[in-house]
Structures are given as C-alpha cells and as structure tokens.
T-cell receptor, first 111, second 115 residues
Framework: RKEVEQDPGPFNVPEGATVAFNCTYS??????FFWYRQDCRKEPKLLMS???SGNEDGRFTAQLNRASQYISLLIRDSKLSDSATYLC????????????FGQGTTLQVKP | DAGVTQSPTHLIKTRGQQVTLRCSPK?????VSWYQQALGQGPQFIFQ???????QRGNFPDRFSGHQFPNYSSELNVNALLLGDSALYLC??????????????FGQGTRLTVV
C-alpha cells in the first residue's frame, strides 16, 4: 500500500462547480500535510498547509481527519485557471523534511 | 528574493553516462532535498542534505549521490545512467526544525532524458 494515496482522476467539472478531492495516508506518525498544485511540465507549488483540523484560504478549504487518516481539498466556484494536478503530501515521521507525495489528482475545469 | 534555482533546465544523456544537476536554495533556507518525478507520478524522495551531510535517503540506488556546499547549494550526481532514470528532477529547499513541519519550495526542475 502506498503511504499517500489519491484518486488520479481526471475530474472534469464546469466553471463554477464545487469539487472535492480526498487523500488517504498510512503513516499515523505524520504530523503535517500539504496540498501542492502542479501545472503541466512545471514544478509543484505550495497551495495550502494542513497542520491541525483544517485550513481555509478563499475558495480553497483543506481538512484533516486524523482518526480516519484522510485529508480533503475542497475548491468552490471553480475557475478555468484551477485546471492542474493537485498533489496530496505528507511529512515523514518527525517532521524531518522528507515529503511523501501522492500520485496527484488531475482537475480539468471546462467553460 | 530569488527562489529555488536549478540548472540545467533540460539535459539529454546517453545510457551509461554520468550527470550532475545543480540547485541553489531559497534565500535563508538551509536544507535541500531532491526528488525524482516520473511522468504521471508524484515526486519520489531521493535524499536530503543539511549542514553538508546527507540526513535522509529514499529508496534509490548508490548510483544516486549528492553534495551540499557551505553556501547551502547542492548537487545531485547520477552515475551509469539507465533509460529508467529519465524524469523530472526537482530540488526543494526548506528550513529544518521548524515547529510545524517544513514547507518546501521547489525549483523549476531539470528534465533529464536518457537515450
């Protein structure tokens, strides 16, 4: 079983839709989680950090459920520019800096 | 404030050759990690350098080695290249020992093609 698992999608949604991605992790010692956004052939860019139960930034909301070991990302009012791959990331044990990436979920927002 | 810079951006090598990739971390960051990203996959951790020492290593063979210099910049070396080493190589810089885990920032990557 992979340490961080995501549904690769693709998720095809119309502009203005609300879309949610889920991610599960197997290492219960992981303390910090992140969502990164990666555009085609570009580097991953930090979207949100998730340290406690959740975090909200504008149209984006991330939630962490430690009991069930999953993290979610909710995008409201989707824009064409939200089209990208969203990577769920966990920290290795002890917050030592090793990041463990999921495969990524591809989102395509259509007009 | 310069972000993370990597060089070169693209590289084509022949099987069996050796390659060196370079990374300069974000100003103020002291830790450099290297990742390999194959097409359609998430990045995979190769190793991490802090205070010029390798602190952690992922599941990669000894053909992959690295170095960190006193100015925190880093190199990734890959010997005896295989076709399967073709990938995007990403450098991430961060500050170690932050209270809430380290937020890593990535360079634009080096796209390596082995033919």
């Amino acid at each position: 079983r992979k340490e961080v698992e995501q549904d690769p999608g693709p998720f095809n949604v119309p502009e203005g839709a609300t879309v949610a991605f889920n991610c599960t992790y197997s290492n219960s010692a992981s303390q910090s989680f992140f969502w990164y956004r990666q555009d085609c052939r570009k580097e991953p860019k930090l979207l949100m950090s998730v340290y406690s139960s959740g975090n909200e930034d504008g149209r984006f909301t991330a939630q962490l459920n430690r009991a069930s070991q999953y993290i979610s990302l909710l995008i409201r009012d989707s824009k064409l520019s939200d089209s990208a791959t969203y990577l769920c990331v966990g920290h290795g044990s002890g917050n030592t800096g090793k990041l463990i990436f999921g495969q990524g979920t591809t989102l395509q927002v259509k007009p | 404030d310069a972000g993370v810079t990597q060089s070169p951006t693209h590289l084509i090598k022949t099987r069996g050759q050796q390659v060196t990739l370079r990374c300069s971390p974000k100003s103020g960051h002291d830790t450099v990690s290297w990742y390999q990203q194959a097409l359609g996959q998430g990045p995979q951790f190769i190793f991490q350098y802090y205070e010029e020492e390798e602190r952690q290593r992922g599941n990669f063979p000894d053909r992959f080695s690295g170095h960190q210099f006193p100015n925190y910049s880093s190199e990734l070396n890959v010997n005896a290249l295989l076709l399967g080493d073709s990938a995007l190589y990403l450098c991430a810089s961060s500050l170690l020992f932050r209270d809430r885990g380290t937020e890593a920032f990535f360079g634009q990557g080096t796209r390596l093609t082995v033919v």
